[in-house]
C-alpha cells in the first residue's frame, strides 16, 4: 500500500460526458501528480500540483484540467469525453515538488468510455 | 526534450536465470533516472533511482541498474529471477535539481515473463 488513494477504481460512461477522478495524497507529501496510461500512449504526465498550486503540465488536453485543495487532495476533471480517454488514470504524490523525489503512485482509476 | 526507450517490449525467461532489461535516454541536461514495476492491476512501484554517485544502483528485491553516461543507458538486471517478478517494468527520467518541476517521463515498459 503506497498510502496514496483514488477514487473511484471503476469508472464507466458515455461520449460527451463529465466525469471527476479524486485523489488523496500520502500524509505530509505537498506535491501531486497526474499520469495516463493507455495502450497507444503508454505513461503520459498530464499535470504537477505544489502545494495548492500548478507546478508543470504535460500532455494534457483543454478538456482536461485539474486543481489541488488546500487540504492538498486534487481532483481531475474530464470533459466532453471521447472513445480515446478511454485509460487508466494513476495520481502519485511526492514530498517535494522537482525531480529525485520518490513518487508514490495509486492504484488507479480505470476509464472506460462507451 | 528528453525522451526513454525501452529497447524490448517483452522478455521472456526461465526461473532462476538472469535477466537485463534494456533502458537508454535521450537529454540534453543530466537527468535523474527511476524503474518502476507495476504488478497486474496495481499501481507502479519504485525499484531504484539513480541521483547522483555509484553508476551502480542497488534496489529492492534483488534488482540493481547501471547508469552509463557515455551510453547513455540505465540498464535493470537481476542475477535470478522468481515467478513473482513477472510484471511490467517502466525506466523513467526526471530533471535534476534546478528544474522546476519533477514530471516523470516513461518507456514504453517492458513485460517480464518468468516461466518454470
Known amino acids: 500500500d503506497s498510502g496514496v488513494t483514488q477514487t473511484p477504481k471503476h469508472l464507466i460512461t458515455a461520449t460527451g460526458q463529465r466525469v471527476t477522478l479524486r485523489c488523496s495524497p500520502r500524509s505530509g507529501d505537498l506535491s501531486v501528480y497526474w499520469y495516463q496510461q493507455s495502450l497507444d500512449q503508454g505513461l503520459q504526465f498530464l499535470i504537477q500540483?505544489?502545494?495548492?498550486?500548478?507546478?508543470a503540465k504535460g500532455n494534457i488536453l483543454e478538456r482536461f484540467s485539474a486543481q489541488q485543495f488546500p487540504d492538498l487532495h486534487s481532483e481531475l476533471n474530464l470533459s466532453s469525453l471521447e472513445l480515446g480517454d478511454s485509460a487508466l488514470y494513476f495520481c502519485?504524490?511526492?514530498?517535494?515538488?522537482?525531480?529525485?523525489?520518490?513518487?508514490?503512485f495509486g492504484p488507479g482509476t480505470r476509464l472506460t468510455v462507451t | 526534450a528528453q525522451s526513454v526507450t525501452q529497447l524490448d517490449s517483452q522478455v521472456p525467461v526461465f526461473e532462476e536465470a538472469p535477466v537485463e532489461l534494456r533502458c537508454n535516454y535521450s537529454s540534453s541536461v543530466s537527468v535523474y533516472l527511476f524503474w518502476y514495476v507495476q504488478y497486474p492491476n496495481q499501481g507502479l512501484q519504485l525499484l531504484l533511482k539513480?541521483?547522483?554517485?555509484?553508476?551502480l544502483v542497488k534496489g529492492i528485491n534483488g534488482f540493481e541498474a547501471e547508469f552509463n553516461k557515455s551510453q547513455t543507458s540505465f540498464h535493470l538486471r537481476k542475477p535470478s529471477v522468481h515467478i513473482s517478478d513477472t510484471a511490467e517494468y517502466f525506466c523513467a527520467v526526471s530533471e535534476p535539481n534546478g528544474g522546476s518541476q519533477g514530471n516523470l517521463i516513461f518507456g514504453k515498459g517492458t513485460k517480464l515473463s518468468v516461466k518454470p
Open positions: 500540483y505544489y502545494n495548492g498550486e500548478e507546478r
Open positions: 502519485a504524490s511526492s514530498v517535494g515538488g522537482t525531480g529525485g523525489y520518490e513518487q508514490y
Open positions: 539513480y541521483l547522483s554517485g555509484s553508476t
